[in-house]
T-cell receptor
Framework: DSGVTQTPKHLITATGQRVTLRCSPR?????VYWYQQSLDQGLQFLIH???????AKGNILERFSAQQFPDLHSELNLSSLELGDSALYFC??????????????FGPGTRLTVL | DAKTTQPPSMDCAEGRAANLPCNHS???????VYWYRQIHSQGPQYIIH???NNETNEMASLIITEDRKSSTLILPHATLRDTAVYYC??????????????????FGKGTSLLVTP
């Protein structure tokens, strides 16, 4: 158990819909990262927040957005869902914002299925 | 940004040492090498990281060559529960502005390790 929690574990929805995935970091961690894992793309970095501020972006679609709240939990919002958005979505957390030994710890993931 | 190269798959007998190689020939002097593993579809699990000295923890040992162009992850006594995809990673630095920058883990395809009875 990494200490990172994600809800829900599974989510099934239809194309065109909007969903919100939630992540709670380990106690004391200020950074939250979101990754997407699909069958054909592997694990891809989406976005990084540190203490409520966006710090880095990967190849995140404009239909996707995220935020980190004052209590440090984070939400990933996916809108206008397409079949290709079906994937595992992982959240990770770390203490800082990128010191050389700032290790990321991953949650169990949310499996999104778009029908 | 440093990239890593790993063999796509390896087998190991239970109880034997599993040695997983990784090439990172373009790594820069201050970049750490990280190893994670992913068992089935679970969240990636941190194993170990190192800069230039060999490292050991309760899960594994990490041997980094003197020129830092390659490393080997060693699982000293592999068990069936060690069957997983192992990722060797050098973090990617993402710069946006003087006040906004961060790191991402570039996972690549990893090595699928199968531990057999």
């Amino acid at each position: 158990d990494s200490g990172v929690t994600q809800t829900p574990k599974h989510l099934i929805t239809a194309t065109g819909q909007r969903v919100t995935l939630r992540c709670s970091p380990r106690s004391g961690d200020l950074s939250v990262y979101w990754y997407q894992q699909s069958l054909d793309q592997g694990l891809q970095f989406l976005i990084h927040y540190y203490n409520g501020e966006e710090r880095a972006k990967g190849n995140i679609l404009e239909r996707f957005s995220a935020q980190q709240f004052p209590d440090l939990h984070s939400e990933l919002n996916l809108s206008s869902l397409e079949l290709g958005d079906s994937a595992l979505y992982f959240c990770a957390s770390s203490i800082q914002a990128g010191a050389p030994t700032d290790t990321q710890y991953f949650g169990p993931g949310t499996r999104l299925t778009v029908l | 940004d440093a990239k890593t190269t790993q063999p796509p798959s390896m087998d190991c007998a239970e109880g034997r040492a599993a040695n997983l190689p990784c090439n990172h020939s373009t790594i820069s002097g201050n970049e750490y090498v990280y190893w994670y593993r992913q068992i089935h579809s679970q969240g990636p699990q941190y194993i170990i990281h190192g800069l230039k000295n060999n490292e050991t923890n309760e899960m594994a040992s990490l041997i980094i060559t003197e020129d830092r162009k390659s490393s080997t992850l060693i699982l000293p006594h592999a068990t069936l529960r060690d069957t997983a995809v192992y990722y060797c990673i050098v973090r990617v630095f993402i710069f946006r502005s003087n006040s906004n920058s961060g790191y991402a883990l570039n996972f690549g395809k990893g090595t699928s390790l199968l531990v057999t009875p």
